[in-house]
């Protein structure tokens, strides 16, 4: 199993994601029950889950060191979180978004393949390399979803009638991933300790991590205090997820990305 194979395992799986969308607008239509398309997209992630466990024995380490490496787990995870928010609230644009998203990320991978490297520098030869990684792309799955919700609020606000329920959605994205965020931002604050000798450097890449963190607790700050509000919560929400891709990937391609101990995720 090498990366070699991906296209296959990626393409399956794109086939089975885009199936299982066009059957659950299909059958729901039909008042007919939406499980045979949310069979397909489940054997899709579970394909994809299949090829990292695969990838991970034949590298010999966590498939985690770069960013072509973190977007195979990304696209794992926009999958699931979309699934999951299927079955709680059976919110037909949310799934398709996840897998589409899903889809662009497993097509971006193929596009810039990965170079076949076992190597590990030894400043992620360590335990919290693992938990540091996964926790903060599963946080950026469920707040990539969350930044949906608040592109259809603020559609709704100007275009439609705005449905107090689409905050609520947000909320429950965005409190779960925040927590997430927040365990990942802590791991890499240990990890550090044990790798630098410093819980806290501000490195470049642990700067913005911060101001991603800040702006989530702006959105949940104002949600809190201003409930009544909408247009603040809606903007803060969008606006977060925007510093969060410069803090993911934005970040290596920025001067200061130069002089961060961040460059292995390169």
């Known amino acids: 199993m090498t990366w070699i194979d991906y296209p296959i395992f990626a393409a399956t799986s794109t086939i089975l994601w885009i199936s299982g969308i066009l059957l659950i607008y299909i059958y729901t239509k039909r008042t007919f029950s939406y499980l045979p398309g949310f069979l397909f997209i489940t054997a899709g992630t579970v394909l994809m889950i299949l090829f990292v466990i695969l990838y991970w024995f034949e590298l010999d380490r966590p498939p985690l060191r770069t960013l072509g490496e973190t977007r195979l787990w990304y696209s794992v995870f926009l999958a699931a979180v979309g699934m999951i928010a299927f ?56 707040l990539a979803a969350s930044s949906l919700v608040a592109l259809k609020g603020l559609y709704e606000y100007y275009f439609r009638n705005f449905n107090m329920s689409t905050l609520k959605l947000a909320d429950n994205l965005v409190y779960i991933g925040f927590s997430f965020l927040t365990l990942g931002l802590i791991f890499g604050a240990l990890w550090a300790k044990e790798a630098w000798g410093h819980y806290w450097t501000w490195d470049p890449k642990e700067t913005w991590a911060l101001l991603t963190w800040m702006g989530y607790i702006i959105y949940m700050h104002t949600r809190t205090y201003q409930p009544g509000r909408i247009l603040a919560p809606l903007w803060a929400l969008s606006l977060a997820f925007v510093v969060l891709l410069i803090c993911w990937f934005g970040l290596n391609y920025l001067p200061s990305a130069q002089s961060s101990v961040h460059t292995y995720t390169r």
Request: hydrophobic share 50%; proline share 7%; aromatic share 22%.
């Open 87 to 142: 079955l709680r609230w059976k919110y037909k644009w949310l799934i398709t978004y996840s897998i589409l998203m899903s889809v662009l990320f497993l097509l971006i991978t193929y596009l810039k393949p990965e170079s076949y490297n076992k190597s590990l520098m030894p400043a992620l030869q360590s335990p919290w390399f693992i938990p540091h990684v996964i926790v903060y792309i599963f946080s950026y799955a469920l």
